[in-house]
């Protein structure tokens, strides 16, 4: 009985993949075995099949396009480093301003007014009570009130 | 088939020093690899999904992958067996994601029910339909249907020609495995081609 050559290697013999060894064994084979002839016939033409599929054609300008995309992905890329690189710097930013305000606070709470500041801000503001009093319908005790509201929030 | 078989054999020399180029700030050698492999990856891609509207995208998505990995390309290896397995990979997910979408909508299995039976009213008349085109529309529904596997081994060899160590390099399966692969893929898509067979004898 005749022993047969295996599938794989008549698929791989189809390639011209096997060794030399195993070539010439196929080579020997192949004139005295019918059903291993078919199938080699049958495999090579599968695969002459797919072969013959023709090349897809590449869109036009495909690199051109594509080389186009990739410079505006990196410009996009710089730009969200710039905004990346300021949102690690914020904080910071906001330490250095909290710390600038607090000084120039401390600064000014030193700086106390002279009796002749609260004397004209007494003046102006008795100044105003009255022209405000006469302008609008209010009770002097009510514009005295908004004054002090309006003071303390400019301070 | 032309363009590829012209390329395969042009030295791997030259895609390193383009790389080397490219790693020193020339662009535009990134494009000259673009231009020198493209063909191959639509062909690969479209061969393997076998959807002609979403191959430029997936080609597009291969190449800024490859743009992206440049730099940290290993140049001991080569460069086109690294482009494969990308551009393969990404066949594979998107085969992936096409079948599962197809298997959660009914417009799906409406159009997969309408290739079916394309196909058995061209086995019950063979001799009616055995034309190139229809042959051609039949060998893509057959790869369609091959298990992953066989799939990836008949279109990297039979229809983009690589050697049975690329495709091993590529895959990362052993030479036994592309060979056994190999013939049961093509066994499987005789099968299913079985009129077409008959009919070339």
Known sequence: MIKHISPENLSAYVDSALSESERSKVDEHLPVCAPCRKQVEELSRVAAWLGQRPDYPVPPFFAARLSARLKARQERNITSDFVWIAKRLAPGFAIIIVVMLAWSSWRSSDILPSPEDYLSMADSTTAMVILAESESELTSDEVLQLAVFESSSEE | ?201
């Open chain 2, 1 to 201: 088939m032309t363009v590829v078989m012209s390329t395969r054999n042009v030295a791997a020399g030259d895609d390193l020093s383009l790389i080397e180029d490219f790693k020193n700030g020339r662009e535009a050698a990134f494009t000259q690899l673009v231009e020198k492999y493209q063909q191959q990856i639509f062909n690969l891609l479209f061969h393997y999904t076998g959807r002609k509207e979403d191959v430029e995208d997936l080609a597009q998505e291969v190449f800024i992958k490859v743009y992206t990995h440049l730099a940290d390309f290993e140049t001991r290896a080569a460069f086109r067996t690294w482009l494969y397995r990308i551009a393969l990979n990404a066949s594979i997910d998107h085969s992936r994601k096409l079948k599962l979408r197809r298997m959660l909508s009914l417009d799906g299995l409406t159009d997969w029910a309408k290739e079916r039976l394309t196909f058995q009213n061209a086995t019950s008349s063979p001799h009616q339909s055995a034309e190139q085109s229809e042959l051609k529309q039949q060998i893509q529904a057959g790869l369609d249907r091959l298990p992953e596997d066989f799939r990836r081994a008949l279109v990297l060899r039979d229809m983009e020609g690589l050697e049975y160590e690329e495709i091993a390099e590529i895959t990362g399966w052993n030479l036994g495995t592309v060979k056994s692969r190999l013939f049961r893929g093509r066994q499987r898509l005789r099968e299913f081609l079985e009129p077409y067979v008959e009919e070339a004898k």
